[in-house]
């Protein structure tokens, strides 16, 4: 039986690399997946325009500060800045000051806007949302569009939990069925051990009525010879 029901539709994630592209992360974000940070190093107010949905603002002369009092240092990172050179820079200073788990976002803002990734801030606001910004099936058909070619396939991840799903409910279901037949069969024979039981203290009873009938009877005979 197949203890863990979801293990067949979302994909183990590989561990993180030192750059990442916007592909990785979107893929990390349309799945759900947990224990990782997106930080923004660039200025506040240029956060402020626009940004990766769910990033937080760590401007580059706060970064290390601001990490250290806030993150667990295992915990996976994605940072980027306004430019290649200012990602690189702030993902040295992470892993210099003890980080051990820190990616830096190729192509920054930019490149996840390319591939459609959710951002968020006054000016993104004002871009009308996209089909799949409220639609689960279009978005994992534009994550499937958007995966590199020979990635893993949303679709068969899909369909081989499901089908995981359905063994696990039609086994439970088996031996549900199994439990019920075996006690039925253990009810049935326990009332006729208990029919056959009662049968026979009749049976006894009555013959012991019997056999004390005849005894009085004979001692009757017997008191009426001898007077």
């Avoid at 993902?91 to 390319?114: D, I, Y």
């Avoid at 994992?140 to 590199?148: C, I, V």
């Avoid at 037949?181 to 019997?210: L, M, R, W």
């Amino acid at each position: 039986m197949v203890n863990n029901l979801v293990g067949g539709i979302i994909p183990p994630q590989p561990p993180i690399e030192a750059q990442s592209d916007a592909h990785t992360l979107k893929s990390r974000l349309e799945w759900g997946e947990p224990a990782f940070t997106i930080l923004d190093v660039r200025d506040r107010n240029t956060f402020n325009e626009g940004h990766i949905m769910g990033a937080m603002p760590t401007p580059i002369d706060e970064l290390v500060q601001r990490a250290v009092a806030s993150l667990d240092k295992s915990r996976d990172i994605y940072v980027y800045g306004a430019n290649e050179e200012e990602s690189a820079q702030a993902a040295q200073q992470l892993r210099s000051n003890g980080f051990e788990h820190v990616s830096q976002l190729k192509g920054g803002l930019a490149a996840w806007k390319a591939i459609g990734g959710p951002t968020e801030g006054i000016v993104e606001s004002k871009t009308p949302p996209g089909a799949d910004d409220y639609n689960v099936v279009d978005r994992l058909k534009t994550h499937q569009e958007n995966l590199p070619k020979g990635g893993p396939s949303a679709t068969e991840a899909i369909k081989k939990g499901a089908s995981n799903l359905k063994e696990s409910i039609q086994e439970g279901a088996s031996n549900l069925k199994e439990g019920i037949q075996e006690g039925a069969s253990n009810v049935k024979e326990g009332i006729q051990e208990g029919a056959s039981n009662v049968k026979e203290g009749i049976q006894e009873g009555a013959s012991n009525v019997k056999e004390g009938i005849s005894e009085s009877n004979k001692g009757t005979n017997d008191s009426n010879i001898g007077s």
